[in-house]
Structures are given as C-alpha cells and as structure tokens.
C-alpha cells in the first residue's frame, strides 16, 4: 500500500514536468508569461519581421515565378506564424502568468480523493508530457532537415557548376549577395537563427496549448469521477456537493480563461495550416522535378509536423467539449433519487450548467473539433489542386 502511494506520488511529481518542459522552451524565446525576458523577446521578433519583409520583397521581385513564389511563401509562413505566436504570448502574458499559476496547484495528489479520479487526471497529462516530447522532437528534426539539405544541395550544385551561384537555404532578398564561399557562410549562420525561432517561438507556443488544455480536460474528467463517490456516501453530502459546485465554477472559469487567451492563436493556427498542407506538396512535387528528390524527407518531416499540430488543436477542442458535458451524464447516473431536496437543487445547479459545454473557438468564430481537422485537409486538397492545374 505504502508503495503505491509513493507511485502515485512520483506519477504526480513527472506529470508536472510538462509545465517545466514547455518552461524552458518559451524561456529560449523570452516569451514565458512567468517570467518574460525582454531582450530575448525584442531580438526574436526584430529579427522574424526582418526576415519576413525580406521575403515579401523577395516575392515581389520574383512574381512571375510560381514556383519560387510557393517555396518562399512555405518558408515563411512558420517565420509569419512564429513571429504572431511570440507576440501573442507577450502581450498576453499576465492573464497567462494567473493561468499558470491556478492550474500549479493541481499537481497536489491530495486533491484527488479516490483512484479513479487520479486515474482519470494522471491520464490526460501523461498524454500531454508525451505529445510536447514527441512534438518538439518532429518539429526539431523538421526544421533542421530543411535547413541543412538545402544547405547541401545548393553547395554541391555550386562545386559541380561554379556559374550557378550560392543559394541560402531560406529565400529572401538579400542586401549582400553570396558570391564568394566566406560571405555565403556568414549569410547561412544569419539564417539558421530561424530554427530556433520556429522551435522555442512557434512550437512552444502550441506546447503550452496543448498542455493546458489537456490539464483542464483532466480535471473535468477527474470531477466526473468524483461525483459518483459523493451522491453515494450520504456522509455529509450536502457540504461536499457545495465543493462540487465550486469546482465545477472554477473549471468553468478556467476554460473561458483558456478560450480568451488562445483563440487568436488557434484562428492563425488553422488558417496557416491550410496553406502549409496546399504549399508542402505543391513544393515537394516541384522539388522532385528539378531532381532534389533528398528533399522529400524534409517535406515529409515538415508534413508530419504540420500535420500532428493540425490533428491535436482541434483534438483539444473536442477533449474540452467531451469532458465538460460528462458531468453532466455522471449526475444522471447516480442514485440520485436517494438524495434529499436540497441536495437535488444542488445537483440540479450543476446539471443545467453542463448542458452548456466548454468549447474552444478559433477568433470566436468557428468552434474547434476533432471534424475540423477534415475541413482543413480538404480545403488544402482543393488549393492543391487548383495552383498544379495552374502550373505554367
């Protein structure tokens, strides 16, 4: 026995490690809303919006080029992206900071009473510590991929060809031209700066998403848990369906909390991905005929990223949607004819309340659920289709 509790402890202790992990991401940038670091912030976001004026005149000075035009816009969209991420995050930082530090105070396994309700919690963060794992290991081995295999090719392309000229890695227009090898690597360690904007900017952004999201979508599913426990021991009941109540407000306010904060982020989220997925192939095809075919492991690098964050915002709506309306159901349940009248208004309070699921919403415009992710994907389909029938 004294075994499992010091597991059920330490299980605990590591599902908290998710905040720290995606701590120490966002610190990189200077964008942890705990404890944002302004020097950092300001030279993230200085140079992404250098980097992406770059690049929009880059396109005007090249737009008769379909082709070039679609690659620089796949490589910049991440750097758009990025750059609206970081600064969502700044300028949202004290509502963030107060989130934080509600939600620090459910990592106390003596909030959870029974094992099902430990179950159910220790559940929905485990799947958020692997997720942000394996998130910012794709996003990591994409970016980099990207960056060092055009770096390869461009550089074997000019020791096979001397006339064909350096090209970096990323397209933007650039001040100096690379026409010798010394100012060619200058300019490439000028860009890969963009990994790491990508990596702590972008993908930690959607890693303190996720993590929050499924950290609340636990509690309602541990509170879902708990209310069996409490309408069948008639031992002061009345008082702990009070408790009830109260935490069922407080997840009620955590997850508007959560819809002010992030639906800016999920409406940009969604909207760039749409291009990303028509962009990606679009791209890969045109990079397999002009012979780049190392490329593709890139690309599906890329895609997988791309694709899995995709998948797991609108996952997170519908996880919200799931949990919050259970409640209600595990009311339902229970031997609630066995409770007396006061007791029933209680549970009434909390009934009519979950009728009115929690959502999330891209920009208050769209809800977000698990359907959206095809809505998307068929959009992109039909952006894809429509520029390759376009293709001169």
């Known amino acids: 026995m004294a075994s499992t509790k010091i597991l059920k402890e330490l299980e605990f202790d590591n599902t908290a490690n998710v905040i720290d992990m995606t701590k120490r991401t966002m610190n ?36 008769s080029n379909l082709t070039y035009i679609v690659g620089c816009l796949l490589e910049n969209v991440f750097n758009l992206m990025a750059l609206l991420k970081i600064c969502i995050c700044r300028i949202k930082k004290k509502s963030l900071a107060r989130l934080l530090e509600d939600v620090r105070t459910d ?12 179950i159910a919690f220790l559940s ?4 958020s510590r692997k997720f942000v794992r394996l998130t910012l290991i794709v996003c990591i081995a994409g970016a980099s991929s990207y960056y060092f295999m055009s770096l390869v090719n461009n550089v074997e392309m000019v020791f096979r060809n ?10 933007v227009w650039l001040l100096i031209e690379p026409h010798d090898f010394i100012t060619y690597i200058c300019l490439s360690c000028y860009q890969f700066i963009i990994i790491p904007s990508i990596v702590f900017g972008y ?10 999201v499924l950290h609340v979508s636990g509690l309602f599913s541990a509170l879902s848990c708990k209310v069996k426990h409490v309408l069948d021991d008639p031992y002061d009941r009345q008082r702990r369906m009070k408790d009830l109540i109260v935490k069922h407000i407080r997840l009620i306010r955590l997850s508007e909390s959560l819809e002010d904060e992030f639906n800016l982020v999920i409406l940009q989220q969604l909207v760039g991905n749409t291009f990303q997925l028509c962009l990606l192939g679009y791209d890969a095809l045109a990079s397999t005929a002009e012979g780049e075919g190392r490329m593709l492991v ?3 690098l890329i895609l997988a990223c791309v694709f899995s964050t995709l998948l797991a915002y609108c996952y997170m709506g519908e996880c ?10 595990a009311f339902y349940h229970c031997e609630w004819y066995n409770i007396s009248r006061t007791e029933k208004k209680l549970m009434h309070i909390c009934m009519m309340r979950s009728t009115k699921f929690m959502r999330l919403t891209s920009g208050h415009l769209y809800r977000t659920f698990l359907s959206m992710d095809g809505y998307v994907l068929k959009l992109s389909r039909t952006e894809f ?4 029938c376009n293709k001169p």
């Open 28 to 63: 990189c940038a200077g964008i942890w809303p705990e404890n944002t670091n302004e020097p950092k912030f300001i030279f993230f976001a200085t140079y992404l919006t250098i980097h992406c004026s770059l690049a929009i005149i880059d396109i005007t000075m090249n737009i």
């Open 107 to 118: 990592f106390v396994i003596d909030n959870y009473n029974t094992l099902d309700e430990k």
């Open 124 to 127: 929905y963060n485990k799947f």
């Open 162 to 171: 001397s006339s064909y000229g350096y090209r970096l890695p990323y397209r």
């Open 203 to 212: 993908v930690g952004t959607d890693c303190l998403f996720v993590s929050l």
């Open 298 to 300: 890139a690309f599906f």
């Open 320 to 329: 919200l949607i799931k949990e919050s309306s259970v409640l209600g159901d």
């Open 385 to 388: 289709i429509e520029s390759s």
